[in-house]
């Protein structure tokens, strides 16, 4: 097993960050297109506001698994971290732009929504949770904030749990996926606990 691991490192290590946005990116204009284009079925915007939702929280479980992951199995994908949590922010701003532009588009009702809907008040908070984390996601701001840094980025264990919850309350009916999001969420933010010193000793 640990040469498989330090296999997939080696390998993990010579994959550039550049080649992480281009992929993940990608998705995007390909889904504008799909819904210009009449392939996204006969609702569009709401499937493009879904697709780019779900790409979002997908890079969000991806960006909370980093740490687990090289914890507990050794596997290092702490170089994409970075990469991982501006992609979410950039899907998350696509998403709520189309909402805004495309779905609502009246300044009015989008406010009116804020304000009465549970699911957007939870999404649009997760939104601006993300804000300063990403405006934070570089190395000038790493230096200047030092150990504050650290502290504001754990606002992303918040933010994710907001985006889960926006997802399950959006849906209508009983669904199982969204309840699968927030399933391992919780499940990748209780992974970050550590039992106290005193239970250690036990």
Do not use: C
Not at 19 to 32: H, N, W
Request: zero cysteines; aromatic letters at 12%; hydrophobic letters at 60%.
């Amino acid at each position: 097993m640990s040469l498989l691991v330090d296999q997939i490192n080696a390998l993990l290590r010579r994959v550039p960050t550049w080649a992480v946005y281009i992929l993940f990116a990608a998705p995007a204009p390909y889904f504008f297109y799909m819904g210009a284009t009449g392939g996204l079925g006969i609702e569009p915007i709401k499937a493009l506001e879904h697709e780019l939702g779900a790409l979002a929280l997908k890079l969000l479980v991806a960006g909370l698994a980093v740490t687990p992951l090289r914890r507990l199995a050794g596997v290092n994908l702490l170089k994409f971290r970075r990469a991982l949590g501006l992609l979410t922010f950039f899907y998350v701003v696509l998403h709520l732009l189309v909402w805004l532009l495309l779905d609502v588009q009246i300044p009015a009702q989008i406010w009116a929504d804020i304000l009465k809907r549970p699911y957007v008040t939870i999404g649009f908070a997760a939104f601006l949770l993300l804000v300063p984390l990403a405006a934070t996601s570089n190395n000038w701001s790493v230096r200047k904030l030092g150990p504050k840094w650290r502290r504001l980025h754990k606002l992303t264990y918040v933010a994710a749990l907001l985006a889960a919850l926006h997802f399950v309350w959006l849906v209508k009916g009983f669904q199982i996926e969204p309840l699968i999001y927030l399933a391992v969420i919780l499940g990748l933010l209780a992974l970050r606990l550590r039992p106290s010193r005193k239970k250690q000793a036990v």
